[in-house]
């Protein structure tokens, strides 16, 4: 079990980063879920983005990686994230379908987005707003299987999975000094997307703002409907795009 954990720079500055964070090696997986409308809303209830419902459900995801090589050193990282649209707009659902990254009314509300060292929180919460805390992630990627624990908050296991690869762009919203903001992540590589053969979400008893979440979207109860997989991540973060104001009005 191969675990990332401890302090790199507790007083990195945001003119310490040179964008894009390049990811070049890594591992990727996760689960998604269709939640109680009410519940995604709760999460969503005074900020200028709504849980995007699919058929009557808002869709939530739990997603971890670990990070072998990266322009900020390796790492790993777990993240929350609630399928999002700007209020007032309506993207299209063939779109998403063809490209999760393509529409700026879309994108996933991230909820919670721990990490396990100080250069990747500093520069996550100084640059984009993601809601960081820095935390023991302890993870297992191999060919049949993902296995991550997330301190004494929850535990994410999954088989691999047997679905096509398919690309999948990550769009991300999140607030920066109030303001909205949109970030598409480039991924280059082809996770495997399917119905997951065998999963589950364990929550462990300590409190914390992914365990949190999990209870908050009821996920630990819940079936998931597809889940991913790769041992080949590759991505690229360029700075986002502001969108105005974080808040409703």
Wanted: proline content about 6%; aromatic content about 8%; overall charge positive.
């Amino acid at each position: 079990m191969r675990t990332e954990d401890g302090p790199t720079s507790s007083a990195a500055s945001a003119s310490s980063y040179q964008l894009p964070i390049e990811y070049h090696a890594g591992d990727f997986c996760g689960l998604l879920y269709r939640v109680e409308p009410a519940r995604a809303y709760a999460l969503c209830a005074e900020l200028s983005v709504e849980p995007w419902l699919v058929f009557g459900r808002a869709v939530a995801g739990v997603y971890a990686w670990q990070y072998r090589e990266t322009s900020i050193g390796p790492y790993a990282e777990l993240g929350i994230g609630i399928l999002a649209r700007r209020r007032g707009q309506r993207p299209s659902l063939w779109r998403l379908a063809l490209d999760t990254g393509a529409q700026e009314a879309q994108a996933l509300w991230v909820v919670a987005l721990p990490v396990t060292t100080e250069l990747a929180c500093n520069a996550g919460r100084q640059l984009w707003g993601y809601p960081k805390y820095v935390t023991s992630i302890e993870t297992t990627f191999d060919d049949r299987a993902a296995r991550v624990r997330l301190g004494s908050e929850l535990e994410l296991e999954l088989a691999a999975v047997r679905g096509a690869p398919r690309v999948m762009p990550i769009a991300t919203f999140t607030q920066l000094d109030g303001q909205l903001l949109r970030t598409r992540i480039d991924v280059r590589c082809a996770p495997r997307l399917g119905v997951p053969r065998r999963a589950a979400l364990r929550l462990l008893g300590a409190d914390g703002p992914c365990a949190r979440a999990v209870r908050e979207l009821g996920l630990h109860a819940l079936s998931p409907s597809l889940a991913f997989h790769t041992r080949d991540f590759r991505a690229s973060l360029p700075a986002g795009t502001h969108l105005g104001p974080a808040h409703r009005a």
